[in-house]
């Protein structure tokens, strides 16, 4: 499957953005979805991840309550909605999938098809 991300952007301190990952070549179904993000010279971070049959969700303690994931079948398209962002959120977001999970990892190493970044930068 390949994954396509967007909607990264420049935000002030308290903002929200929404970021979409598409997929093509095959669908979600039976997979587990997730979003991962990398600043610079860390390592990547679990931020979220959910079953596509939306049956449970994961979250990082340091989203929980302000970031959300949530998918539509028929785009076949998972959203990362980012509100209160706060400066320790800027990194590159990376969205991920792995089509044989048997549980919702938070080890990016994993995940098995990945989207190509992008970029949000939390000004304060």
């Known amino acids: 499957v390949q994954l396509q991300a967007s909607g990264g952007g420049s935000v002030q301190a308290g903002g929200s953005l929404r970021l979409s990952c598409a997929a093509s070549?095959?669908?979600?179904?039976?997979?587990?979805v997730g979003w991962f993000r990398q600043a610079p010279g860390k390592e990547r971070q679990f931020v979220t991840a959910?079953?596509?049959?939306?049956?449970?969700?994961k979250y990082a303690e340091s989203v929980k309550g302000r970031f959300t994931i949530s998918r539509d079948n028929a785009k076949n398209t998972v959203y990362l909605q980012m509100d209160d962002l706060k400066p320790e959120d800027t990194a590159v977001y990376y969205c991920?999938?792995?089509?044989?999970?048997?549980?919702?990892?938070?080890?990016?190493?994993?995940?098995?098809?990945w989207g190509q970044g992008t970029q949000v930068t939390v000004s304060s």
């Open positions: 991920a999938a792995d089509n044989s999970a048997s549980r919702l990892s938070v080890n990016w190493r994993t995940y098995t098809s």
């Open positions: 959910m079953w596509w049959s939306g049956s449970s969700t």
């Open positions: 070549g095959r669908t979600f179904k039976n997979s587990a």
